[in-house]
Structure formats: C-alpha cells, structure tokens
C-alpha cells in the first residue's frame, strides 16, 4: 500500500506536499473569511472562487503546452516563489483593510500563476516515482491532500480567531518554501525525467490534435465531466439537505463535512491498497457512487444521509485518482502537461457549470429530488461511457496479444498501472 514511499524523492515531495496543501487551505479559509467578513455577501465570495478559477477555463491549454517544452522542476520553482509573493501581499492588504477590489485582482493573479504551475506539478510528480509507482502515488498524494485540506483548515479557524485573518496568509508564504527547498535538495540522479516535446510536436494545436486521436482519453474527459459537475458538488447539496430536509443546520453541515472529508481519506487508502487501477475498476465504483447519490436522496434522516456520505466520498476519490492515473499513463511522456491541463480546465468547467445547475435543482425541486436526478444522470453516463469504451479496448487487448513489444513511441491509453 505504501510502495511509493519506497523512493527517497517521493517521501520528500509526500511532505512538502502535504505542508504546502496545509497552507493553501489556511489561505482559502482566511480569504473566504475575509470576503465574508467585510461583504457580508456568500455572492462575493463565489466572486472570489470564480475569479481564481477563470484562468485555467481560458489558459489551460497553453499552460500544458508550456510544462510539455521545458523541465518541470524550474516552472515549479519560478510558480512557488511568485505564490510566496503573492500571499504576503494579501496579508499586507488584509491587515492594511484596502478595498476589496485589490484583493480580488491578486486573486486573479494567483489563480494566473497555479494554472500555468498547475500541469508543470503534475509532469513532476510522475519524475519522483517509477512508472509503475505512479498509481499508487497518486493515491497517496489524495491522502496527503484530504489530510491537508482537513488541517489546514482547523488550524484557520483557530488562528484567524487568535491572531487574525492576515497571518493564515503569511503562514501560507512559509509554506512554498518547503516545496522550493525540497526540489533543490533532490537526488537527481533518481529523478525518472520524462520526455519533453520537441518544436513539431511543442504548442497548442499539436496537443489537441493529438488528443482528437486519443479515443479512450476523450471519453475519459467526457465521463469526468459528468462525474465532476453532477456528482462532486457535495458543499451544494449538502449545504441544503441541512437547512431543508434535514433541519439540521450549520451543526448538521459542519458533521457531514466531517465526515465527507474521512471518506476521501479511506478513498485514497482504497486506491493505494488496489493492485491494478484499471478502466473496470473507474467504472464500477462510478456506478456504485451514482446509485448512492440516488439513494442519498430517498432515505429519511440524518443518520441515513450521513451513512451513506462517507462512501460517495471515498468513491469519488478513488474514481479520480483511477481516471487520473489513466490519463497520465495513457498518453505520450511529451504530452502529458496538456492532458494535465485539459483535465484541469475540465474540472474547473464541471465545479463552474454543476454547482449552479445543482443549486437551482434544489431552490426549484428540492435538495432530494435534485440528489436522485443527479445520481441517475450519471448512473446512465456511466452506462454510455462503458459500451464506448469496450471497442478501443477490445481493439487494444488484440494488438497486445499481437504483437509481443510496442512499435509507436505514442501509445494507446494503458488499461491499467500496479499500484500496489
């Protein structure tokens, strides 16, 4: 279960991580904290999500193309320390109470810089394991981020009551230079360097028409989409169970946060401890996690509701880190930033699109209804995504059983990684 911790690189990457993520939670919290505080406005603080957002709707593409062109390791680097900048600025600002608009531009900015580090991080993180870790890494990675998420915000709550919302931001400025100090200090020769891409197949349009050949990663990024904008907007769904059905309230969503946030914890335990993560594997527990979802809307009460939370969790954990782990490995070594950043742009698009639509399923059905017709929408896309994807891997299977090595240096979507 705990492979990739074998590799000395990966266990320092695992705790500079695992800091790091500490950090940008503290900073979320204390901005969302902030934006409320002077506002008063949950509108302006979808403002602020929005906003930093925005960029890897519009640039991500061009972000991958730029990880794909030069060594991760010095994009990563250039990223953390213009963070570092950025969260002391913001908590000069917060302390300082300039207008919000300030805030809202470096917000912006940040969001700026995370897309274009964003896939340069993810080439990196398939350097400081083996390829036949990589699976297992991620899996503990989505550990290492819930635990983070799960800390740095406790530690926010009781920080910004003490000492003030403007430290969480300087707390978070520490934090990169973990990160920083951590890739300098690296073996290098253990490092496992992926390929870059050369002029030919370097830019924007190469990487799309790549991806237009890439049946299998298409409707993996189709499936994702669904999966993300109707089955990952717990915050919306649950936020209205406990003021609606539920009659729970701020303690009610407070517990099933909790809870929600364990359940990711045994997802990516879940995914470190499977020996294969295969495209069966992703579709199975998206058909269990979708008729959970569904289910989550017929049974009465708290405790039943609850039950039924901590498993989607952990599904929806092990369903990413499963598609994750296949779209890295399915796809040529030189073109993995723009898948990366493709599923960014992804995911930000489903969170953009799902959590509207969510919440205007709940003001207009009800939180229970809307949590069934979600639950089955994507019952019935994994359905779709299952009889798609039997050809190419029919078609796959039979190349393999023809020939005894590989001939392209593009390959076909693996069907499956060790990640045990």
């Not at 503290?26 to 979808?46: E, P």
């Not at 799960?150 to 919302?165: H, I, K, N, R, T």
């Not at 050949?213 to 409707?219: D, E, F, I, S, W």
């Not at 929600?260 to 335990?269: D, K």
């Amino acid at each position: 279960m705990l492979r990739a911790l074998g590799n000395h690189n990966y266990r320092l990457w695992a705790t500079a991580d695992l800091i790091s993520v500490t950090g940008s939670w503290m900073q979320v919290l204390g901005l969302n904290w902030v934006v409320m505080d002077r506002t008063g406005s949950a509108t302006s603080v979808g403002i602020s999500v929005l906003l930093s957002t925005l960029p890897s709707l519009l640039l991500g593409p061009w972000a991958g193309a730029l990880a794909d062109r030069f060594k991760p390791q010095r994009i990563i680097v250039l990223g953390e320390s213009l963070h570092l900048i950025i969260a002391l600025l913001l908590a000069l600002m917060v302390f300082t109470h300039v207008p919000l608009t300030a805030i809202y531009a470096l917000t912006v900015v940040s969001g700026l810089i995370g897309t274009f580090e964003g896939p340069a991080l993810g080439r990196f993180a398939g350097q400081v394991v083996p390829r036949q870790d990589l699976g297992n890494a991620l899996a503990l990675n989505s550990i290492i981020s819930s635990s983070g998420r799960v800390l740095g915000m406790s530690l926010a709550g009781v920080l910004a009551a003490v000492m003030g919302a403007a430290l969480l931001f300087v707390f978070n400025a520490v934090t990169f230079i973990a990160v920083i100090v951590t890739i300098l200090v690296m073996r290098k020769e253990e490092l496992h360097e992926l390929a870059v891409s050369t002029a030919e197949r370097a830019g924007v349009r190469a990487g799309l028409t790549y991806l237009r050949r890439q049946r299998v990663l298409v409707l993996l990024f189709a499936l994702g989409f669904v999966l993300s904008s109707l089955g990952r907007n717990y915050q919306v769904t649950m936020a209205a169970m406990t003021q609606g059905p539920l009659g729970t309230g701020a303690a009610g969503y407070g517990m099933l946060s909790s809870i929600f946030a364990v359940g990711t914890v045994v997802g990516g335990l879940i995914a470190a401890r499977a020996r294969e993560l295969t495209i069966p594997l992703l579709l199975g527990a998206a058909a269990v996690t979708s008729v959970l979802q569904a289910a989550s809307g017929l049974i009465p009460g708290m405790l039943g509701f609850a039950a039924l939370i901590l498993p989607i969790a952990a599904g929806a954990v092990l369903i990413d880190t499963t598609k994750t782990t296949l779209l890295q490995l399915g796809c040529a070594d030189d073109m993995r930033g723009r898948v990366l950043a493709v599923e960014g742009a992804i995911a930000a698009a489903a969170g953009a699109a799902g959590a509207p639509l969510l919440g205007w399923l709940c003001d207009r059905l009800g939180p229970e209804p809307a949590l069934l017709m979600a639950g089955l929408a994507t019952l019935v896309a994994t359905g779709i995504a299952a009889t798609a994807l039997r050809k190419p891997r029919r078609a796959e299977a039979e190349a393999e059983a023809a020939a005894e090595t590989p001939v392209s240096d593009t390959p076909a979507p693996a069907l499956a990684v060790a990640a045990a």
